[in-house]
């Protein structure tokens, strides 16, 4: 029995001791301050240097060329093809797994036996002039098939036929100054607008809630030529015969119309085909200048205002319909273009992470183009391509990142957002627990003078920090740090220390991931000179003639600005997921809230009467950002003096850097818009374009009673929480909604909640704004 007493002691003993030394390996492994290849050691620094060196040119070159030798619109079997393609080659490279996820959304295709176009009929109904069929195919691509003709996906078919009558860009403005000033009625009439100012859908929803019948648009010379460029081949500008395609839904960022909030998957409950979510109820077509000419020249009318006139050789006069011996002609729309539910697929590839597996740096671009997509968008898929080439190179010498890296070819970009919206709606659980930022990779360039930033504030510091790494790809600049060329190049109106950053747009794929999600985001580009070329876009966008050569020819010869692009993309990706603590700023943040609210300071300034006769008060509004701003600056302090040698110190830290841009996501969206989720980076729901947003959310309506609501609850402990929401309603009816949650380290509280019906303009805040 002794014996045996001892023998169970001595179990014991190796139990414990046995237990104790995985215990203490478990906690000497997590208590590492990095591991050897983080951003924050010498390995990671060098590390970072090899990735950046390792893009090439000439690979870049070389993967846009094997992408854009044929059409690969979304849904068709080339596309899918390049799909395949695109997952073995990233298995290749060295990913730890690649898949195709698919999704059944609806589509929009031209009729191939009933083609669009436009004609000018007489009298008796006889066709007497008729719009191109197709666009004049560059040259080295006449024996291509499968080039889509110009068209508007999900345009409504018909056949209308009525007067025509010119509205300028189609702006809300533009359509009340039509009305309003020159008395013209577009109800029942075929409008014609030019592209540019406003989303193309904006430019149909707006004829629809005018009346109009069906809509024209087409890209003028004054907004889509560059001064002194020959037109394609012999330039880059867009030639006579050229027409931008492209959606014209109205989706507010719902995804696939017929699973608005949910991933089009079999088990999912669908719309009909004609409920769909945003589709326009009026037959709509792009076309060429050149025919435009023909259905302007003869107008009649109105002589329209300077700023209505372009730069073709007609008069843009306004109608409605035509003059002197053309009076009895009309224009017809002849539109039958199908809708249809069609697979799609998304290419997700993924390294995994070292230490944080369940944290996950994302970037995203779309595969799917309209024509060839030699600029969008496969200048950006070549750019992530290379960089998977490049982080498969590292991976063969050892490195892994701390944190999840997810590589992402998204499908149907061009009808609506679709493959990355159904892929985040299919994941919306883990990425709002685990995304840490998503970076876009659309097109990667756009014109030929410097780099162009657009992200989220927290990550402002981080992109200065990185193209200080990164050699400019101009000329004559060798040696000269591509941040050092983007400052000369382009720097802040107002706050001339640094190179301008913009603010995050829409249309294109980190939509869903930015606005409905909170994932902190950003997209880099090469681009114009914003202050001289003051064209939309670039000339040949959306049409047959982005092409391979367009590129190698007159944007990027060397192939340098490309792989600068590709260095700040995935720069960037390497330092979110490598870095120890994540390399996010909520000083950045507070830096241009604050901006954004002396901006609207300056604004209520400037319109006494009108603050006064609406009763409009935004000393709340201002009094939260300067709660938050406090709090940003508190913690900014706590991120100097962090122990990084803890590793629970340093995750909740990053956690709450993570979930910053979170805390100002409302979960029932904007007002009439669900799946605009954040609210201190939003656009108005009017004057929207996809490059062109406001800070706040501001809407307009006409009520008939006024009434001031804010609320403001600050509340300082451990970790720092803050949800702005600013709603606005000015014409006869205010009402402004300010919420602001802060949590600090100062163990501090205050709470203040104020409802009143009279306009304050309190000084303390305006001098703290100002």
Same mark, same amino acid.
């Given at each position: 029995?002794?014996?045996?007493?001892?023998?169970?002691?001595?179990?014991?003993?190796?139990?414990?001791?046995?237990?104790?030394?995985?215990?203490?390996?478990?906690?000497?492994?997590?208590?590492?301050?990095?591991?050897?290849?983080?951003?924050?050691?010498?390995?990671?620094?060098?590390?970072?240097?090899?990735?950046?060196?390792?893009?090439?040119?000439?690979?870049?070159?070389?993967?846009?060329?094997?992408?854009?030798?044929?059409?690969?619109?979304?849904?068709?079997?080339?596309?899918?093809?390049?799909?395949?393609?695109?997952?073995?080659?990233?298995?290749?490279?060295?990913?730890?797994?690649?898949?195709?996820?698919?999704?059944?959304?609806?589509?929009?295709?031209?009729?191939?036996?009933?083609?669009?176009?436009?004609?000018?009929?007489?009298?008796?109904?006889?066709?007497?002039?008729?719009?191109?069929?197709?666009?004049?195919?560059?040259?080295?691509?006449?024996?291509?098939?499968?080039?889509?003709?110009?068209?508007?996906?999900?345009?409504?078919?018909?056949?209308?036929?009525?007067?025509?009558?010119?509205?300028?860009?189609?702006?809300?403005?533009?359509?009340?100054?039509?009305?309003?000033?020159?008395?013209?009625?577009?109800?029942?009439?075929?409008?014609?607008?030019?592209?540019?100012?406003?989303?193309?859908?904006?430019?149909?929803?707006?004829?629809?809630?005018?009346?109009?019948?069906?809509?024209?648009?087409?890209?003028?010379?004054?907004?889509?030529?560059?001064?002194?460029?020959?037109?394609?081949?012999?330039?880059?500008?867009?030639?006579?015969?050229?027409?931008?395609?492209?959606?014209?839904?109205?989706?507010?960022?719902?995804?696939?119309?017929?699973?608005?909030?949910?991933?089009?998957?079999?088990?999912?409950?669908?719309?009909?085909?004609?409920?769909?979510?945003?589709?326009?109820?009026?037959?709509?077509?792009?076309?060429?200048?050149?025919?435009?000419?023909?259905?302007?020249?003869?107008?009649?009318?109105?002589?329209?205002?300077?700023?209505?006139?372009?730069?073709?050789?007609?008069?843009?006069?306004?109608?409605?319909?035509?003059?002197?011996?053309?009076?009895?002609?009309?224009?017809?729309?002849?539109?039958?273009?199908?809708?249809?539910?069609?697979?799609?697929?998304?290419?997700?590839?993924?390294?995994?992470?070292?230490?944080?597996?369940?944290?996950?740096?994302?970037?995203?671009?779309?595969?799917?183009?309209?024509?060839?997509?030699?600029?969008?968008?496969?200048?950006?898929?070549?750019?992530?391509?290379?960089?998977?080439?490049?982080?498969?190179?590292?991976?063969?010498?050892?490195?892994?990142?701390?944190?999840?890296?997810?590589?992402?070819?998204?499908?149907?970009?061009?009808?609506?957002?679709?493959?990355?919206?159904?892929?985040?709606?299919?994941?919306?659980?883990?990425?709002?627990?685990?995304?840490?930022?998503?970076?876009?990779?659309?097109?990667?360039?756009?014109?030929?003078?410097?780099?162009?930033?657009?992200?989220?504030?927290?990550?402002?510091?981080?992109?200065?920090?990185?193209?200080?790494?990164?050699?400019?790809?101009?000329?004559?600049?060798?040696?000269?740090?591509?941040?050092?060329?983007?400052?000369?190049?382009?720097?802040?109106?107002?706050?001339?220390?640094?190179?301008?950053?913009?603010?995050?747009?829409?249309?294109?794929?980190?939509?869903?991931?930015?606005?409905?999600?909170?994932?902190?985001?950003?997209?880099?580009?090469?681009?114009?000179?914003?202050?001289?070329?003051?064209?939309?876009?670039?000339?040949?966008?959306?049409?047959?003639?982005?092409?391979?050569?367009?590129?190698?020819?007159?944007?990027?010869?060397?192939?340098?600005?490309?792989?600068?692009?590709?260095?700040?993309?995935?720069?960037?990706?390497?330092?979110?997921?490598?870095?120890?603590?994540?390399?996010?700023?909520?000083?950045?943040?507070?830096?241009?809230?604050?901006?954004?609210?002396?901006?609207?300071?300056?604004?209520?300034?400037?319109?006494?009467?009108?603050?006064?006769?609406?009763?409009?008060?935004?000393?709340?509004?201002?009094?939260?950002?300067?709660?938050?701003?406090?709090?940003?600056?508190?913690?900014?302090?706590?991120?100097?003096?962090?122990?990084?040698?803890?590793?629970?110190?340093?995750?909740?830290?990053?956690?709450?850097?993570?979930?910053?841009?979170?805390?100002?996501?409302?979960?029932?969206?904007?007002?009439?818009?669900?799946?605009?989720?954040?609210?201190?980076?939003?656009?108005?729901?009017?004057?929207?374009?996809?490059?062109?947003?406001?800070?706040?959310?501001?809407?307009?309506?006409?009520?008939?009673?006024?009434?001031?609501?804010? @609320? !403001?609850? /600050?509340? =300082?402990?451990?970790?720092? &929480?803050? +949800? %702005? #929401?600013?709603? *606005? $309603?000015?014409?006869? @009816? !205010?009402? /402004?909604? =300010?919420?602001?949650?802060? &949590?600090? +380290? %100062? #163990?501090?509280? *205050? $709470?203040?909640?104020?409802?009143?019906?009279?306009? =304050?303009?309190?000084?303390?805040?305006?001098?703290?704004?100002?």
């Amino acid at each position: 029995m002794r014996n045996e007493s001892r023998f169970i002691w001595w179990i014991l003993r190796i139990v414990v001791v046995t237990a104790l030394f995985f215990l203490g390996f478990v906690i000497g492994w997590f208590a590492k301050p990095t591991h050897p290849h983080t951003a924050d050691s010498s390995a990671s620094g060098r590390y970072l240097r090899e990735f950046l060196d390792e893009m090439q040119p000439d690979q870049i070159r070389e993967h846009l060329r094997k992408f854009t030798r044929l059409p690969h619109l979304a849904g068709t079997e080339q596309n899918l093809k390049y799909a395949e393609q695109i997952k073995n080659e990233w298995q290749e490279f060295g990913l730890d797994s690649v898949e195709m996820v698919p999704y059944d959304v609806l589509l929009s295709y031209p009729n191939k036996s009933r083609p669009n176009y436009i004609s000018i009929v007489d009298q008796l109904g006889n066709e007497v002039f008729n719009t191109s069929l197709a666009e004049p195919v560059p040259e080295g691509y006449e024996d291509v098939a499968d080039i889509v003709p110009p068209y508007s996906a999900f345009s409504a078919k018909g056949q209308p036929e009525g007067d025509l009558v010119y509205v300028n860009y189609g702006r809300t403005e533009d359509f009340f100054q039509l009305q309003r000033e020159m008395g013209i009625n577009p109800t029942g009439k075929i409008v014609i607008v030019r592209y540019g100012k406003i989303f193309r859908g904006n430019k149909v929803k707006n004829a629809v809630l005018a009346g109009a019948k069906g809509i024209i648009m087409f890209s003028d010379p004054a907004d889509y030529w560059a001064a002194g460029v020959q037109p394609y081949p012999d330039g880059w500008n867009l030639p006579g015969g050229g027409a931008q395609r492209g959606n014209v839904l109205n989706l507010n960022g719902a995804g696939d119309p017929l699973t608005p909030g949910y991933p089009a998957k079999e088990y999912t409950y669908r719309f009909s085909p004609e409920d769909g979510v945003g589709l326009p109820r009026i037959p709509v077509h792009p076309i060429g200048f050149h025919d435009a000419v023909h259905l302007l020249k003869n107008m009649g009318g109105h002589i329209p205002p300077n700023n209505w006139k372009g730069a073709l050789n007609v008069s843009y006069k306004i109608g409605p319909g035509f003059a002197n011996d053309f009076q009895s002609q009309k224009v017809r729309m002849n539109i039958h273009t199908n809708n249809q539910v069609t697979r799609i697929y998304n290419v997700i590839g993924r390294i995994r992470g070292a230490l944080e597996p369940d944290r996950y740096v994302i970037l995203g671009g779309h595969r799917d183009a309209w024509v060839f997509g030699g600029i969008d968008p496969m200048s950006g898929a070549a750019v992530v391509h290379e960089t998977v080439r490049s982080a498969g190179k590292l991976l063969n010498k050892g490195w892994r990142p701390r944190r999840t890296i997810i590589f992402a070819s998204w499908d149907a970009e061009e009808f609506g957002l679709l493959g990355s919206t159904e892929w985040a709606e299919d994941n919306a659980k883990l990425l709002q627990e685990r995304a840490v930022a998503y970076i876009n990779a659309d097109s990667a360039i756009e014109g030929m003078y410097t780099l162009r930033v657009d992200c989220t504030p927290s990550l402002n510091t981080l992109v200065y920090d990185l193209t200080k790494q990164i050699t400019s790809p101009e000329e004559g600049e060798e040696g000269v740090s591509l941040y050092d060329s983007w400052h000369k190049r382009d720097n802040w109106t107002n706050d001339r220390d640094a190179p301008r950053i913009s603010k995050l747009g829409s249309g294109s794929d980190f939509e869903a991931y930015f606005i409905r999600l909170g994932i902190a985001a950003g997209r880099a580009r090469y681009t114009k000179n914003r202050k001289t070329e003051r064209y939309s876009s670039y000339p040949v966008y959306h049409s047959v003639y982005e092409t391979f050569e367009i590129v190698e020819q007159f944007y990027d010869p060397s192939f340098r600005r490309l792989r600068a692009v590709a260095q700040v993309r995935g720069g960037l990706v390497f330092l979110l997921a490598d870095s120890q603590l994540l390399p996010l700023s909520a000083d950045q943040y507070a830096d241009s809230l604050r901006k954004y609210a002396r901006s609207i300071a300056q604004l209520a300034q400037r319109h006494p009467e009108e603050m006064e006769t609406f009763q409009v008060s935004f000393d709340f509004l201002f009094s939260a950002v300067e709660n938050f701003t406090v709090a940003a600056r508190g913690f900014h302090e706590r991120q100097q003096t962090l122990n990084r040698a803890d590793p629970l110190q340093v995750r909740i830290m990053n956690d709450q850097l993570m979930y910053l841009e979170r805390a100002f996501i409302d979960p029932l969206g904007l007002p009439g818009r669900p799946f605009y989720r954040l609210v201190s980076l939003n656009h108005a729901r009017t004057h929207m374009d996809t490059h062109t947003w406001t800070h706040t959310h501001t809407d307009t309506h006409e009520h008939t009673n006024t009434n001031t609501h804010t @609320h !403001t609850h /600050t509340h =300082t402990h451990t970790h720092t &929480h803050t +949800h %702005t #929401h600013t709603h *606005t $309603h000015t014409h006869t @009816h !205010t009402h /402004t909604h =300010t919420h602001t949650h802060t &949590h600090t +380290h %100062t #163990h501090t509280h *205050t $709470h203040t909640h104020t409802d009143k019906n009279k306009l =304050t303009l309190s000084p303390q805040y305006y001098s703290k704004i100002l």
